[in-house]
Structure formats: structure tokens, C-alpha cells
DNA sequence: AGTTATTGACTGACCGGATAGTAAATAATA
DNA sequence: TATTATTTACTATCCGGTCAGTCAATAACT
């Protein structure tokens, strides 16, 4: 009789427990590669190693299995962002610095996070909820954050009051650009990104600061 | 036998003349509302008010009939883009002014632009060519003209010298979010472009002008 | 322990519907 | 009647979704 305790590995359901999460990264790669439509179950379970009849103990519908996949992995950077808040102090100049560095580093670098990004563009007009989702957990916290940054800048006198503080916006948009440019040219049309982020930073700094 | 030289307008010939430019637009708002693959033939046909027989009459395949389209398209907004080559001149801030005011106006309110460049970049693995082709008569005339004016202002002392001058791409980055925020939210999360507008042209201003 | 029964993750053949592409027939025009 | 733009009917293929069946792992039993 087996101990109720009995930490074992047991094989049947350690495979039933990884399954879903090895199906998700062959969806990502799939349709990251081909855009939903194109995207076949077989190809998909193919990449898995397993057959198309898997996928449907696991997800109801290929509808389905891209709408948890694209959470899946909005989820991952969600918590990319959540890092962003644990920043230091200290004068806004360098708060600023230290957090677009971190962008640049955490979310530009991060292919996977913009290839979530090409499918939501892609498929927006069909799964406008995933867009959404993606508004409330990733870009609305980095624009609060930072509106938040630039009023307490204003408070103490080291940025001037101007209309940027309520359109946030403008001051992360050259990072939305270079998702952009990634997205539509990857390297065929090369961008530099390390002059694009002096530029980036010295824009926004001189543009803020009070003199 | 029909005479060589005869201009007579020919009904028949007037017909076939014009099918292809409507079926491209017919095309283009299949497209753009369900992307390439989901997009069919015959709906594109039905909006034409052909059969889809006829459009294998002036178009190979259904690949060579995006690529066309994506193409016409582009024109239209490479012609936009010339026609603001034509402005004033004056002071840096009022040519910067102008131009961007009239980038609001021509680009970012142009639905039909944002839409081909939806499909872009949803199609740019499979068709990368037609994305650069958009750097080409879009994007790069734009750069460089924004960079011109720059170096000017650099040159008659308006304009501190700065990263940003080998960086266009971050003042107009802007722009870019725009395009982002409207193809992922449409109205769903409002965007007050006016107030944007205004916060733009702010930071860009203070960002680039010489004290 | 050895044998048998049961479970359940997984398979793979199959179905129905959809659709890109073709080509013969037809309608419109001159 | 001759030409040609267009339609209609058709084929071949692909793919999402289903389901009866398989087999290895486990539990029950002697």
C-alpha cells in the first residue's frame, strides 16, 4: 500500500502536468512564425511532440489555445514590469535614467515580448479583449508609473509643469517606435539602438527638466 | 479589323480599365478588416461585384493580389508624404510646428494608411519586401527631411547640437505610438490626441531648441 | 509476489466544410 | 459573326474538430 505522503514522481501525471505548458510554447513559436490563421493544430503538436488529438484533452478549440497562450506569455512580462517598480530614489534625472535603462534592457531586448505584441496588432480586430489585457497589465502600469514620477518631478521643482505631464505617452513613445521598427524591418533596415537611447534620454531630458 | 490609331472610348476597354482599381479597394477593406489569410476570394469578388473568376482575369494568385494592393496603397500615402516636402520656411520651430501639425492631420488620421500598416507588420515574416518598401517611400523621406531640418537649426544656432540629430527617428517617435495605441485600442481606450499633439510638440521644442 | 482489472493520457483515422485555383460556357459588345 | 469580359460549375486540397481504440502505468486482488 502506497504512503499517503508519498512524494514519488509519478510519471503519468507529472506528463499530464507539463503538457499544457509544452503545448503553449509550440503555440508561441507557431504562430509567432505565422499569424493565427496560418498556424496549423498539426504543426503545433508536431512541435510539441505530440499528436493534433493532445491538443484538444488540453484546450477546447484552437481559439482557445492562442487566447491562453497569448496570457501565458503576457503574463511573463507583467512581471518584467512589476520589477520596474521595486526602482531606487533619488533626483528625477536619475530615476528616469535608471528606468529607461531598464526598458531598453527588459522589454526592448525581449523578442518574445514583441512578437506577442506583432500577434495582438494582428489579430486585434478579432480578439480586441487580448489588446485590452494588454493595456491594463502592462502599459497602463508603466504610464502610471511614470505620470507618478514626472507630478512628484513637478513638485519639487526639478521639472517644469507643461502639458507632457498628462500625456506620459510621448515620453515612452520612442520605445514604442523601436518596437515598431523591430516588428516590421528586424535587422534588414538596422537601427541603433544604443544612439537611439542617448538620443531617447537626452530628448526627454532636456524636454522636462526645468533649467 | 479594328483601327490601330481608333480612340474611340471603348465601353468594353473603360470596364476593364477600372476592374482592376476596384478590385484592389475591395481588397484592401477585406484585407485590413480580417487579415490575409481569413480573407477570402470570394467575399473580396462579392465586394468588387465581380465573380471570383474575374479576378484571376487581371491578377495571378491571391499572394500577387495582396502584394498589389499592399502596393496601391502605399502610393497613396508616398504621395501624402511629398506633398509635405513643399513647406514653408521660417523659423526651425515653425517649419517643426507646421510639419508635424501636418502629420496629425494627413497621417495619423488616415485610417486606411494605419490599416496597411497593420498588415505589415502581421505579414512582414512572410512578406518582409513589402515592409521595406514602406521604409523606402515612407519612412525614410520622412527621416530624412526631419534630419535636414535639424542640422539646419543646428547650423543657424537654433537648435542645440545633440544625439538627436544622428536620431530623427525619437522626435517623430511619437507619431509611432499613435499608430500603436489606435491599431491595439482603437476607441476602446481613449486616446485625446489633441492634448498628445500638444505635449509632443512641447518636448520636442524644449528638448531640441537652443535656450 | 504474481496476476488481473482498471484507469487515463494519447493516438490516428476520419468527417465535413471551406476555399484557392481552373476551364468550359455564356453574355455583352462591335 | 467575332471577340472578349465575365460567370458558373468543378476539382483538389487543406484543416479544425471528433471519437473509438491503444497501451503503459497503477491499483486491486489472491
Known amino acids: 500500500m502506497a504512503d499517503v505522503l508519498d512524494p514519488r514522481p509519478d510519471v503519468r501525471r507529472r506528463r499530464k502536468a507539463e503538457r499544457p505548458q509544452e503545448i503553449l510554447d509550440a503555440a508561441f513559436h507557431e504562430f509567432s512564425r505565422n499569424g493565427y490563421a496560418t498556424t496549423t493544430l498539426e504543426r503545433i503538436a508536431e512541435r510539441a511532440g505530440v499528436t493534433k488529438g493532445t491538443i484538444y484533452v488540453y484546450f477546447d478549440s484552437k481559439e482557445h489555445l492562442f487566447i491562453s497562450m497569448v496570457r501565458e506569455f503576457t503574463k ?4 518584467t514590469v512589476q520589477q520596474m517598480f521595486e526602482s531606487h530614489d533619488g533626483s528625477t534625472a536619475d530615476l528616469l535614467r535608471a528606468q529607461f535603462a531598464f526598458i531598453y534592457q527588459h522589454l526592448v531586448e525581449d523578442r518574445r515580448r514583441r512578437e506577442v505584441l506583432r500577434m495582438l496588432i494582428a489579430e486585434a480586430p478579432r480578439f480586441p479583449e487580448l489588446a485590452d489585457r494588454y493595456h491594463q497589465e502592462i502599459l497602463r502600469p508603466c504610464l502610471d508609473m511614470l505620470r507618478q514620477a514626472i507630478r512628484r518631478g513637478v513638485d ?4 517644469r509643469a507643461s502639458a507632457i505631464v498628462d500625456s506620459p505617452q510621448v515620453v ?7 518596437d515598431l521598427w523591430l516588428m516590421l524591418f528586424d535587422e534588414r533596415q538596422p ?4 544612439a537611439y537611447f542617448d538620443a531617447h534620454l537626452e530628448l526627454v531630458l532636456n ?3 526645468a533649467k
Open 76 to 79: 511573463a512580462a507583467r512581471d
Open 156 to 159: 519639487r521643482g526639478e521639472i
Open 172 to 178: 515612452i513613445a520612442p520605445i514604442a517606435l523601436v
Open 191 to 194: 537601427l541603433d539602438v544604443k
Open 207 to 209: 524636454g522636462l527638466l
